[in-house]
């Protein structure tokens, strides 16, 4: 009887058709699939000091030293993710750049809703799938000498076993939807919906009410309990009423820059 060789359970990207899926998006868009690296993050903001020009998109197959937000690390087992970072410079005014993580954030729920994922996000960017965290985007920003750029990194979980997950709250697509899908799809999925939203974005006059309507369709942190971790180390509770002018999460009578949300547990959304 011949020997057949068992299908491999996390093939590698295929850089090719890749390219193939993302032809009709050009807009600069140049991907690098790396078998391994220490950051995305850290290579793309490298990348962005010496002059690289908007639409880079550097992938890894095995991050080493994965960057997460709030100074927390991002670890993921070979293949079994999706870890890319990508450059932007943005041509909209500097004050509206703290929409922009919010933009990624609702690309990629929308990305891996069409991928029959059932995604929501988390203010302001994290993709939960119920109450468990599957995606997670870290925005920085770089100052380079052809201006500020910003490089958004996206790590996804694809084919993650509960064993290999970092905490006991995330999931996988694999785990939520009983089955791995093909990374390289799914990658030009995401990559696609984030270039057609970001041009959309910034043609946009109306882009910020545009955004945070959609948005606001996505976030399951409305209408929750929340606990807020603010930046100097303070902690407020109160309920997410919405989102304000500056992409900022209004809890009751306060609002939230930037910090650490946890969406209190057992406690549904508040109906007014
Ligand atoms: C978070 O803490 O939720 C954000 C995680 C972001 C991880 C991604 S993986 C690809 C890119 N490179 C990094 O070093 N971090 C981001």
Request: proline letters at 6%; glycine letters at 10%; a negative charge.
């Amino acid at each position: 009887m011949p020997v057949t060789a068992a299908a491999d359970p996390r093939p590698p990207l295929d850089p090719d058709r890749l390219t193939a899926l993302l032809s009709g998006l050009g807009r600069g868009i140049r991907v690098e699939v790396l078998e391994a690296a220490t950051s995305t993050n850290a290579i793309v903001a490298a990348r962005a000091r010496e002059g690289a020009p908007h639409g880079l998109v550097v992938v890894a197959e095995h991050q080493t030293a994965g960057r997460g937000r709030l100074d927390r690390s991002w670890e993921a087992p070979a293949r079994s993710s999706l870890t890319f970072s990508a450059l932007l410079r943005p041509r909209v005014p500097a004050g509206e750049w703290p929409w922009l993580p919010l933009l990624a954030g609702h690309a990629l729920a929308t990305a891996l809703r069409e991928a029959e994922v059932p995604a929501g996000l988390k203010w302001p960017n994290d993709v939960l799938v119920g109450d468990r965290k599957i995606a997670g985007i870290l925005m920085e920003r770089v100052e380079s000498q052809d201006g500020p750029a910003a490089v958004l990194g996206i790590g996804l979980n694809v084919s993650t076993k509960t064993e290999e997950l970092p905490v006991d709250t995330a999931t996988s697509v694999e785990l939520a939807t009983g089955a791995a899908p093909d990374r390289t799809e799914l990658l030009a999925t995401i990559l696609t919906r984030l270039v057609d939203e970001y041009d959309a974005w910034q043609a946009d006059e109306e882009r910020t009410a545009a955004l945070r309507t959609a948005y606001t369709e996505v976030c399951v942190t409305l209408g929750r309990k929340v606990r807020v971790e603010l930046p100097g180390g303070e902690i407020r509770s109160g309920t997410a009423r919405g989102i304000d002018d500056g992409g900022r999460l209004v809890v009751d009578d306060f609002a939230v820059g930037a910090g650490d949300v946890v969406h209190v547990r057992g406690a549904g959304r508040t109906e007014e």
